[in-house]
């Protein structure tokens, strides 16, 4: 129910875009309203205003904190009742322990005292200031749901069984949490972060009695194909665990059922761990609860470090820093041992014995280690790389791309791929993203263009030498593609297509449901299902029947079905360190390759070999291990608080009557054209509407915004994006930003964003708005004109970005293709006397114009927008030499402004051309 807005402090249900935001923020207006009433008393105009408000935040909690074991129903209905009879002091002294313990986390270390003559810790120390050493002493806390219809006395029953069976030696703790329905099952897991485990029982029943919106909405995540009203009760309990496996994989789920053992084998259960058969052996399911729970809490490698790290050791070989004695011996670098403390060196060592292992022949640790990654992260298997995914990147392409082989690029994609072409020896060709020229940058690669290059190597008879599509997902700016329908109909040109999607920025998106359908894993994983089914292969045969004489562009314009026999050949890489926890460079490579080990394996050792260091950094293993174990525990809470963090930017932008002056938040409208958003949705919030549901989006259109990538359009306040950035958020305010264009700055959630953090930046933006008002309003005309013309040269003035133009024919003989030998013209360029060096003037550009062909002999990398604009080999088009000339980035990779512009002469050209 939506509280009335006669008290300012309480913010109406509607404007929360979760209802965890909503339940933090309602515990902490009634600990303020409930000791508002403590101070008023229950008598008067104020008290009884106080009193009601409470009395209504209570209601609106009670739904709500069904799904939660903390604070709990005694303790909840306990509350109401102090309110009823009016003592006021206790109920004060108890929703200021629950709100503070919600808050610290403090009830997951101990319980909380309600009583007001009882004592409470944190009244005395704040807990949420306890060291990390002191945090690590407790056992981690989770809560179990328990799905089943009973009443009081029965739930009473079931708490007290599972509470006599803990014992002192136990690794973790837990309380449960019971719900009667499986609605009330996805609810709770969606919106219970603690929950760990899901134990299914008997007597659930369908329907949730709940009817919160913001609670109910998270249903939305059931598609038509999972219309649960059919279903028989009888087949509540699987169908719960197979749904818990859909939303939530990284979970338990156990069964309990009074159905035969012949009846359940052949059901779906999701990833449901074990089923009981008519049985209350709770000891026995207390200790499965923990063992399932210990196996993903296991870190094999950083255990194996930590250990290492308190073994008595004489180091007589590398690294003198080992053990930190060349630190402890020094008289001069002290300052570097007290500054990051004794662990990290007496965990340095170039041992792969001694409990340790080695990164490229793992057999211990560190192999299992991996294996656990590729378990929680989808894959087949999964490998860890210490030097960033530009290394991961080279490592797939080398070990999948023969010379010669044609791979088809986003040439928007990250600059690592390209040098991967180069050292392949692959015939390149690049495809173009959409371009969004107000923004000065790029979109994606629509599916036509991708179908189109395609058709036209069918076409020249090329198709068996096309071996890979490389595409960058989700692109730096946010841009999600349709992963399902791009690689169901590109194999429906070609059945075994290898993909690369580079997920640098994306490794998040697997612990969240609405994302993790977008990732190359997850897609990889059903299609190897679906392609199997009898549907498939009926539509396939169909559709072959009624393409029979069409044209290509008649294929264009069909969506594409696969055949049943496509292989599925999925590679995935990803900067860990990016978005979850690592140190830097922590990154890792995902395969999803039916023909990985007959075909690819070999090669993929070798390439993995060329890529990765022999002495690799321990501790970014050790952290891809530990981030690997947070992400299966707590990545769902920690993904969700980074979308929300996100959300309240966007929406704090749009309804800020002041920042609307000189910056906009770009939506999904903004980003992505019409003609790709099949749902119609523009924006993820309105002013005039609210959220906007994005679930049906991601589910059809071909690209998606990633609402927690936000692109603030600063041109409004005549700076462009660069010193926007520079000078203004890191120089004046300290606030730390990547990526930016000429009119526009991006601003990136993580797991690591606070509400602090967001409340900062909004304040940081209100204040800069506030000090161009006043800069205006104090402004001299002239002074006014010389601001107005800067904002129109950066919103209106904006130089058209240039499509990829074409190789010279030197480096693409071809005359019915476009593909291009790019490692031919790369190493062509080391000979300085075949290259020439031009400036960038107007007869440059004039020569251009009148048809002179200047071809590239490297890669030119402007910084934004951060991708080769040239590829060596590459013509150089009047377009591309107006964008470079209109340029004013500081940072311009390949290019010497010194020198100018380094093209090939025409007669190495000529030469090369004859050989």
């Not at 760990?196 to 998270?218: D, E, H, M, W």
């Not at 990829?804 to 006397?833: K, M, N, Q």
Request: contains cysteine; glycine residues 6%.
């Amino acid at each position: 129910m939506n509280v009335p807005a006669g008290d300012s402090k309480i913010t109406s249900i509607g404007d929360y875009y979760s209802a965890s935001q909503l339940r933090a923020d309602r515990w902490s207006v009634l600990r303020e309203t409930v000791e508002s009433l403590r101070l008023s008393g229950r008598e008067g105009r104020a008290g009884q205003k106080h009193a009601r408000t409470a009395q209504e935040l209570f209601q609106s909690l009670e739904p709500i904190e069904s799904y939660w074991a903390f604070p709990g129903h005694a303790a909840f209905d306990h509350l109401t009742r102090l309110l009823e009879q009016g003592n006021v002091d206790d109920l004060s002294v108890a929703v200021r322990r629950v709100a503070r313990a919600l808050t610290s986390g403090a009830y997951r270390r101990r319980t909380i005292p309600l009583g007001a003559d009882e004592i409470d810790s944190e009244d005395y120390e704040d807990e949420s200031a306890l060291s990390p050493e002191a945090r690590a002493l407790g056992r981690p806390y989770f809560e179990v749901m328990i799905v089943d219809s009973v009443n009081e006395h029965q739930e009473r029953f079931l708490r007290a069984a599972l509470h006599r069976s803990r014992r002192p030696e136990d690794p973790f703790i837990y309380e449960p949490v019971v719900v009667p329905s499986l609605e009330d099952a996805l609810i709770g897991i969606l919106f219970n972060h603690n929950v760990q485990a899901v134990v299914v029982r008997p007597g659930l029943v369908l329907k949730s009695r709940n009817k919160l919106t913001i609670l109910t909405r998270y249903l939305d995540y059931l598609t038509n194909a999972e219309d649960v009203e059919h279903l028989s009760p009888s087949e509540y309990g699987p169908e719960a665990c197979r749904l818990i496996a859909k939303l939530r994989p990284e979970l338990d789920a156990y069964l309990v059922t009074d159905r035969s053992a012949e009846e359940i084998a052949g059901l779906d259960l999701g990833r449901c761990r074990r089923v009981f058969y008519n049985q209350e052996d709770f000891t026995e399911l207390h200790l499965n609860i923990l063992r399932g729970v210990a196996a993903r809490y296991k870190s094999p490698f950083f255990t194996a470090l930590k250990e290492y790290s308190r073994q008595p050791t004489g180091v007589f070989h590398a690294m003198p820093i080992s053990r930190g004695k060349s630190i402890s011996r020094s008289h001069w670098i002290q300052d570097m041992g007290a500054f990051y403390g004794p662990n990290i060196f007496m965990a340095e060592t170039s041992a792969t014995s001694g409990g340790l292992d080695s990164l490229l022949e793992p057999r211990g640790p560190i192999k299992e280690a991996q294996e656990l990654a590729a378990r929680a992260f989808g894959s087949k298997h999964t490998f860890f790389a210490t030097n960033g995914t530009s290394t991961c990147n080279k490592i797939v392409v080398q070990s999948v791309v023969r010379p010669g082989d044609i791979v088809l690029v986003d040439r928007d994609c990250h600059k690592s791929h390209h040098y991967g072409m180069v050292l392949s020896g692959a015939k390149v060709v690049y495809m173009d993203s959409y371009p969004l020229h107000e923004y000065s940058m790029y979109g994606a690669v629509p599916l036509r263009e991708i179908k189109h290059h395609l058709l036209k190597l069918k076409a020249a008879g090329k198709l068996d030498r096309v071996r890979m599509v490389l595409l960058t997902n989700c692109t730096f700016d946010g841009i999600v593609y349709n992963v399902q329908r791009v690689m169901e109909e590109c194999l429906a040109i070609k059945r075994d297509l290898i993909f690369l999607w580079d997920e640098a920025w994306f490794a998040f998106a697997r612990f969240n449901p609405t994302y993790r359908q977008r990732t190359a894993m997850d897609v990889a994983n059903s299609m190897r299902l679906s392609l199997r089914t009898p549907e498939t292969a009926l539509a396939w045969d169909k559709q072959q029947e009624a393409l029979k004489e069409a044209d290509d562009e008649t294929i264009l314009n069909t969506r594409l079905v696969p055949p049943p026999d496509a292989r599925v050949r999925v590679y995935a890489t990803q900067s860990t360190h990016k978005t979850l926890t690592s140190l830097r460079q922590g990154s890792m490579i995902h395969v999803n390759d039916q023909d990985f080990k007959g075909e690819v394996e070999q090669s993929f050792h070798e390439a993995y070999m060329t890529h990765t260091s022999t002495s690799p950094n321990y501790q970014i293993i050790a952290s891809l291990d530990v981030g690997r174990r947070q992400v299966e525990l707590e990545g769902f809470e920690f993904t969700q608080r980074q979308i929300e963090s996100a959300m309240a930017i966007r929406r704090a932008v749009a309804t800020h009557p002041l920042l609307g002056k000189y910056f906009q938040v770009l939506a999904a409208g903004d980003m992505i054209p019409e003609e790709f958003r099949q749902s119609g949705v523009e924006s993820y919030y309105d002013p005039r509407q609210g959220w906007i549901d994005m679930s049906e989006a991601w589910a059809v259109d071909e690209f998606v915004l990633d609402p927690t990538r936000v692109t603030l359009a600063v041109g409004g306040t005549g700076w462009d994006g660069d010193t926007f950035k520079t000078k203004i958020l890191m120089d004046k305010y300290g606030i730390q930003i990547n990526k930016t264009s000429r009119n526009t700055v991006l601003f990136m959630t993580n797991i690591g964003t606070t509400r602090s953090s967001v409340a900062y930046l909004i304040e940081v933006l209100v204040e800069i708005a506030n000090e161009l008002d006043d800069l205006l309003d104090d402004a001299s005309k002239m002074e006014r004109r010389s601001f107005e013309n800067r904002v129109a040269a950066l919103v209106e003035h904006v130089p058209p970005l240039p499509d990829f133009s074409h190789f010279h024919p030197a480096f693409s003989p071809s005359t019915d293709t476009v593909e291009g030998d790019i490692r031919s013209a790369f190493f062509l360029a080391y000979d300085e006397e075949k290259c020439d060096y031009l400036p960038l003037d107007d007869t440059l550009q004039k020569r251009l114009e009148e048809g002179e062909e200047l071809v590239s002999t490297s890669f030119i990398i402007p910084y934004p927008p951060g991708f080769p604009i040239l590829v060596p080999g590459q013509v150089i088009s009047p377009e591309i030499l107006s964008f470079m000339r209109a340029l004013d980035v500081s940072e311009i990779h390949g290019f010497r402004a010194d020198l100018g512009l380094r093209v090939f002469t025409k007669d190495a050209l000529k030469n090369f051309a004859k050989q």
